[in-house]
């Protein structure tokens, strides 16, 4: 019956009814109170009712992460895949969240099957690593990212985190080599700058990580995580009843040069060991 049908056989003026809004709009709206309520089962069956209405998959995915119920987002991601297959950043956050719950050996299929499907994504390479990592399979880990940055080489993630593999097993000279080389790379990307610098204070250089981060500083006003690694540089350099120089200096001129590479082997060397890493790694 139409809205006009039902103010005549009522006398309603049409003013006085309410909007009647499309089947999916309101079945969208059903999926919030569901997923609020824990009911996940009916949610997902409200949703499969939509098809490949993303707005209302994004809705529900909206809720979850407001509601940080992992394992749930996972099970909610991973139906969102079976319609829309095609998109690199659910099959993401279907395979972290995967990660998160289940595991890395769990993870690590999906993060394979995402860089057979999305080869040109840092993000699915960088994923397995972390996997890599988290399941004690340091070797393959950095194999991986050595492997992640001869393909895609301009992406400052997989850079970052090949230093970091080195960081976290304790090996600082080579991390600090490996930062450095990001630093070169990607000159406006303080991160780089503070691993060399946290590299060079664990290697007990507390004066040149100190100098580093002013630099830093100077090059990246209140960049947030530059005054935490100060003070604990500060404070190693205590420790280890090292005086820091603390004047203030200009490093305008450094800043406007090319970015020092004297932690870095010569260039050939350089490439050699992106695509092969060093040994001594």
């Given at each position: ?272 060991s992106v695509a092969e890493p060093d040994p001594r790694d």
């Amino acid at each position: 019956m139409t809205q006009q049908a039902i103010s005549a056989e009522h006398d309603l003026a049409p003013a006085e009814l309410p909007p009647v809004r499309p089947l999916e709009h309101r079945s969208a709206d059903r999926i919030e109170p569901l997923l609020q309520d824990g009911d996940l089962a009916s949610a997902l069956k409200e949703a499969d009712a939509l098809g490949a209405n993303r707005e209302a998959w994004d809705r529900g995915l909206a809720i979850l992460e407001r509601l940080d119920d992992v394992p749930v987002i996972a099970a909610w991601t991973a139906a969102m895949r079976t319609y829309f297959p095609e998109d690199a950043r659910l099959a993401a956050a279907n395979a972290w969240t995967t990660t998160h719950t289940d595991g890395p050996e769990a993870g690590m299929p999906l993060w394979q099957a995402g860089i057979a499907q999305f080869p040109n994504e840092p993000e699915m390479r960088r994923g397995l690593a972390v996997a890599l990592g988290h399941a004690g399979r340091r070797d393959e880990q950095d194999a991986a990212l050595a492997e992640a940055i001869r393909r895609l080489p301009d992406s400052p993630e997989l850079h970052l985190a090949w230093a970091e593999c080195a960081a976290e097993r304790g090996d600082f000279g080579t991390a600090a080599e490996r930062y450095e080389r990001g630093r070169s790379t990607f000159p406006d990307s303080p991160p780089f700058y503070l691993g060399v610098a946290d590299m060079l204070s664990r290697l007990g250089q507390h004066q040149d990580a100190y100098v580093l981060l002013q630099v830093t500083e100077q090059g990246f006003p209140g960049f947030p995580q530059t005054a935490p690694l100060t003070a604990i540089v500060r404070e190693r350099a205590e420790q280890a009843g090292a005086t820091l120089n603390e004047e203030p200096q200009d490093f305008s001129a450094l800043l406007q040069s090319e970015p020092a590479s004297s932690l870095l082997p010569p260039a050939s060397e350089t490439e050699t060991s992106v695509a092969e890493p060093d040994p001594r790694d």
